[in-house]
């Protein structure tokens, strides 16, 4: 989903102007420096956790070390790992409009780019006013989501949807998962994922909006 060669240069250079060695940020990393060496030539694919963990070592944010211009990565929901869900979504949710920009459906759900569902019937709905996460495994035996009236609507067990926000802390929207079967997705590697692409998703409407490049979809605003 990201261009490699891209952020291995970025990595480089970060580590070059922070004048560290090699050595050093391979045993921040855990890493032997042959190992390190070959995510600086390209050599190796950067998982989103990993690429995070060396913004850290090299104390830079993350953005620094991705070409955000790539539409792409808002559009290719399919490659985000989303723990067997069947159906995914980036949504732009306001005070009275719940918008899919991007879907990933392999369950004929019927929400494609552009469609829209009535807001108060989602819990993205909810998300928007308290802007946090919400993760469900199995609805049938959560205490506060069993008797909701949204899982029984839309017809699913388990659920993940995570808060995107502007790089100026505003809320746009969410970032969310559903399946119709009970899903073990409350652990904290899925939701550091979750996150760690709202994030990513953040960077590039703000590239979007600078009028860094153009977007081949348009934003509301």
């Known amino acids: 989903m990201y261009n490699n060669a891209t952020i291995a240069v970025n990595i480089k250079n970060a580590r070059l102007e922070k004048n560290y060695s090699q050595e050093y940020v391979a045993g921040k990393l855990k890493l032997s420096q042959n190992a390190y060496s070959k995510i600086e030539l390209g050599h190796t694919k950067i998982t989103v956790e990993r690429l995070s963990v060396i913004a850290d070592v090299l104390e830079i944010g993350l953005a620094r070390l991705i070409d955000v211009n790539i539409w792409s990565d808002i559009n290719a929901i399919n490659e985000i790992p989303i723990t067997g869900m069947s159906f995914a979504a980036i949504a732009r949710v306001t005070k009275d409009r719940w918008i899919a920009y991007s879907v ?45 009236p949204t899982p029984a609507m839309y017809g699913f067990q388990s659920y993940i949807s995570m808060p995107i926000f502007r790089q100026n802390g505003s809320f746009f929207g969410t970032l969310c998962a559903i399946d119709p079967r009970p899903a073990k997705i409350n652990t904290p590697a899925t939701i550091m994922t979750f996150k760690l692409f709202a994030e990513l998703i953040s960077f590039h409407l703000s590239a979007i909006e600078k009028g860094d490049f153009k977007p081949t979809a348009t934003l509301s605003s």
Do not use: R
């Open 104 to 148: 990933l459906d392999e369950i004929n759900f019927g929400i494609l780019p552009g469609s829209e569902l009535k807001l108060e019937t989602t819990i993205c709905y909810e998300i928007m006013h308290h802007q946090k996460a919400v993760v469900i495994d199995e609805v049938a035996t959560d205490e506060v989501y069993a008797h909701h």
